[in-house]
């Protein structure tokens, strides 16, 4: 069974500054992909950036990035140069590969990223 | 825009009176899902829609259920409301065409059990 952990239930950061939130996974299949989503106070849960478990190169989008470290089964999110509005729910999903043509995701428990000015 | 909408955004009932929560796309996306997402949890998947192919999460209470009519609409029926199906209830949407399959979710509704 595929299982996500998120460590930080809550962290803080100062406007402008980067911060990295943890993410680590445990799977036994070689293919998977991994997903962080952002989900604000209003609730809608937004896609911000994947990494698939054979891309070499770490995945970016914008003032996102992941640090994917294969071996240590970790998927940190990085967010440069934090605005007020990254405030939000962090969670972390993984795709299990299992669950064939529909995708299953899990997801992690989340962590609460407050931007302070 | 293409996007994936849910309606009501905020539904309050009565102990035990039937509810029904609506979704649709326009996305055009072949698979659609429902998640439960309590306070400060993540989203728990309670079944999902392949085209017209209906897959319940082993753990769903029979109290939920699901259909979907056609491509575009998905709804989620709760037959008998408790206390503790209080939650934010996400619809999202996935196309196997797409690179990364990644989910896309509605804004949630916001369910409230008095």
């Known amino acids: 069974a595929q299982k996500i952990t998120q460590t930080q239930p809550g962290m803080f950061v100062q406007e402008k500054e980067a911060v990295t939130l943890d993410c680590t996974y445990d799977t036994s299949d070689q293919s998977y992909g991994l997903f962080w989503y952002k989900q604000p106070s209003s609730g809608e849960m937004i896609f911000l950036i994947y990494q698939g478990s054979y891309d070499e190169q770490n995945a970016t989008e914008g003032r996102y990035s992941l640090n994917f470290q294969k071996a240590r089964k970790s998927a940190n999110l990085v967010i440069s140069a934090s605005q007020l509005g990254d405030s939000a729910m962090y969670f972390c999903a993984m795709r299990d590969p299992s669950s064939g043509g529909y995708q299953k995701v899990t997801f992690g428990t989340g962590t609460k990223l407050q931007v302070i000015p | 825009d293409a996007m994936v909408i849910q309606n009501p955004r905020y539904q309050v009932t009565q102990f035990g009176k039937p509810v029904t929560l609506s979704c649709s796309q326009t996305?055009?996306?072949?698979?659609m899902y429902w998640y439960q997402q309590k306070s400060s949890q993540a989203p728990k998947l309670l079944f999902h829609?392949?085209?017209?192919?209906?897959?319940n999460e082993a753990d769903t209470p029979d109290n939920f259920q699901s259909r979907r009519p056609n491509t575009s609409f998905c709804f989620l029926d709760i037959r008998s409301p408790g206390l503790g199906d209080a939650a934010m209830y996400l619809c999202?949407?996935?196309?196997?065409?797409?690179?990364?399959?990644?989910?896309?979710f509605g804004p949630g509704t916001r369910l409230t059990v008095l």
């Open positions: 996305l055009n996306h072949n698979v």
């Open positions: 829609y392949y085209d017209k192919d209906f897959n």
């Open positions: 999202a949407t996935s196309s196997l065409a797409d690179g990364y399959n990644e989910q896309f």
